[in-house]
C-alpha cells in the first residue's frame, strides 16, 4: 500500500514538473534570444539615426561616431547603392545574430553579432529550468514519502484492527489517525466490535439457558421413563426402553451440539508457552505503570501451557492490567501457575489498592456498568474472549483486587497438523 501510495504521488510530481518544466525551457529559451536581438536592434536603429543625420546634410558617412553603439565581438556594415560596403568592428564567423535598419537613399545598416555567447545564456537557463525541475520533484519526493508514510501506517493499524475484530478481540481502540475517513473507519470498527461482543455474549448465553433447560427437561424425562422400563406389562416396559433409548440418542446430539458450538468459539486456539508469552504482554505495561510511581511484577511457576488464542490471550491480560492501572493502586502482581492434579492453568493479576466495593463486585463484569468512570466495556469482553477459548475469568478476591483467569491444559489432539491415533474401543 506504501508503494502504490509513493508511486502515485511521485508520477503526478513528474508529470507536473515536466508539464510545466518543458514550456518553462522552452519560454526561456525564446526569452533570451528576443532580448538579445531586442538590445541588437536598438543599437542598429541608433546608428541608422546619425548615419541618416549625416545623409541628409549632405556629409560623407563617417562611422567614427557610431562605434560606441557596436557590440563587443561585432561588425557593422553599411550598405548604399553604387557605392562599396563600410564595415567596422571583427568578423563574427558563420554562426551570428544580424538585425537590419534601413537608412535613406536605398541603404542599409546591419549590425550582426556571433552566436555563441547567445548559446551559452540559453544553456544556461536551460540548466536553471532543469535543476528547478528536479528541486521540484525532489521536494515533492520528501511529501510524497511522508505522505505515503502518514496514510500506510494508519491503514496498516486498520487492517491489524479489523484482523483482531475477526479473531474475536472486541475491545474498542481509541487511537485515531487525524485523517477523517480513516477515522470514520476506525469508529465504524469500534461500533462494529461493540455490536458483535453483545451479539455473541447473548448468543453465549443463551446457548446456556437452552441448553440447561433441555438438560434438565431430558434429565426428568429419564428418570421417569427408568420405572416404566421395568413396569409388568411387556408392552409398556418394550415402550418404555424405546422411549429410554430415543432420550439418550437426544442426549448425545445435545452434547454433541454443545460440543461443536464450544469447537467453534474455540477455532485458533493452540498450545501456549506461558513463561515465554507472558513476559512479551507484562513488558508493554510495565513502561505505563512505571511512569505513574508503580511496580509491575511477573511470576511464572515452572513452565506452564495453557489452550488458548495468543491474540485473545493477550487482550484479556490486557484489560487485567488496565483496570489495575486505572483503577488499582500499588505493586501490580502478575502470577501464573497449573494448580495440582488439575487440567487447569490459572493467571492472576492483583494490585494492592483498596480492591472492589461489596455492591460493585456483583456487576463487575456486566457490560455498561463501571464504578470509576470508565465506558464499562473492558471486563465485560475480556470475559466473553475467556469464554470463547474455553476458559473462563472471575474475581477471586475483593480487597486487595484479584482476578483469575482459568484456561484448559493442552492434550496431545489439540497440536495442529498432527494425526493421533484413535482409541481402540470395544465393539
Do not use: C
Amino acid at each position: 500500500m506504501r508503494r502504490r501510495i509513493l508511486l502515485a504521488i511521485l508520477l503526478a510530481v513528474a508529470v507536473t514538473g515536466t508539464a510545466l518544466g518543458v514550456p518553462l525551457g522552452v519560454t526561456g529559451l525564446l526569452l533570451v534570444e528576443n532580448l538579445a536581438r531586442e538590445d541588437l536592434a536598438s543599437n542598429a536603429q541608433r546608428i541608422a539615426a546619425i548615419l541618416d543625420d549625416q545623409l541628409a546634410d549632405s556629409r560623407p558617412l563617417d562611422l567614427q561616431p557610431v562605434r560606441a553603439a557596436v557590440p563587443r565581438a561585432g561588425e557593422l556594415v553599411v550598405r548604399r547603392p553604387g557605392a562599396e560596403p563600410l564595415r567596422y568592428g571583427t568578423d563574427p564567423g558563420d554562426d551570428v545574430v544580424v538585425e537590419s535598419v534601413p537608412i535613406a537613399k536605398g541603404g542599409t545598416v546591419q549590425l550582426a553579432i556571433p552566436a555563441t555567447p547567445l548559446r551559452t545564456r540559453q544553456t544556461q537557463v536551460a540548466v536553471a529550468v532543469m535543476l528547478l525541475v528536479v528541486l521540484s520533484v525532489g521536494i515533492g519526493t520528501i511529501v510524497a514519502t511522508v505522505t505515503a508514510q502518514r496514510l500506510a501506517q494508519p491503514l496498516r493499524h486498520v487492517a491489524g484492527r479489523a484482523a483482531r475484530l475477526g479473531g474475536g478481540d472486541f475491545r474498542p481502540d481509541p487511537r485515531r489517525y487525524g485523517v477523517g475517513e480513516l477515522d470514520m473507519v476506525a469508529e465504524a470498527l469500534d461500533a462494529s466490535g461493540t455490536a458483535l461482543a453483545q451479539l455473541v455474549q447473548r448468543e453465549r448465553q443463551l446457548v446456556g439457558d437452552v441448553s440447561h433447560q433441555l438438560r434438565s427437561r431430558l434429565t426428568a424425562l429419564q428418570l421417569r421413563l427408568e420405572p416404566l422400563a421395568a413396569h409388568p406389562d411387556p408392552d409398556v416396559a418394550e415402550d418404555a426402553q424405546a422411549a429410554q433409548e430415543q432420550a439418550d440418542r437426544l442426549a448425545e446430539a445435545l452434547d454433541e451440539l454443545l460440543a461443536a458450538a464450544r469447537a467453534a468459539s474455540e477455532v485458533g486456539a493452540e498450545p501456549v508457552d506461558l513463561a515465554a508469552t507472558l513476559p512479551e504482554i507484562v513488558e508493554e505495561w510495565r513502561q505505563l505503570l512505571r511512569a505513574e510511581g508503580r511496580t509491575l511484577r511477573l511470576r511464572v511457576a515452572g513452565a506452564p501451557m495453557a489452550r488458548a488464542t495468543p491474540g485473545r490471550l493477550r487482550e484479556v491480560v490486557g484489560v487485567l492490567l488496565d483496570n489495575a492501572l486505572r483503577h488499582g493502586a500499588g505493586t501490580v502482581t502478575v502470577t501464573a501457575w497449573r494448580p495440582d492434579a488439575e487440567g487447569t492453568v490459572v493467571i492472576e493479576v492483583s494490585d494492592t489498592g483498596a480492591g472492589i466495593p461489596d455492591d460493585l463486585a456483583p456487576h463487575i463484569f456486566d457490560r455498561g456498568f463501571s464504578g470509576g468512570g470508565s465506558t464499562g466495556v473492558g471486563l465485560a469482553l475480556a470475559r466473553a474472549l475467556a469464554e470463547a477459548d474455553g476458559g473462563r475469568l472471575e474475581l477471586s478476591v475483593k480487597r486487595p483486587a484479584t482476578f483469575s483467569l482459568f484456561l484448559r491444559v493442552p492434550t496431545a489432539a489439540d497440536v495442529a497438523d498432527v494425526r493421533w491415533p484413535a482409541e481402540r474401543v470395544p465393539r
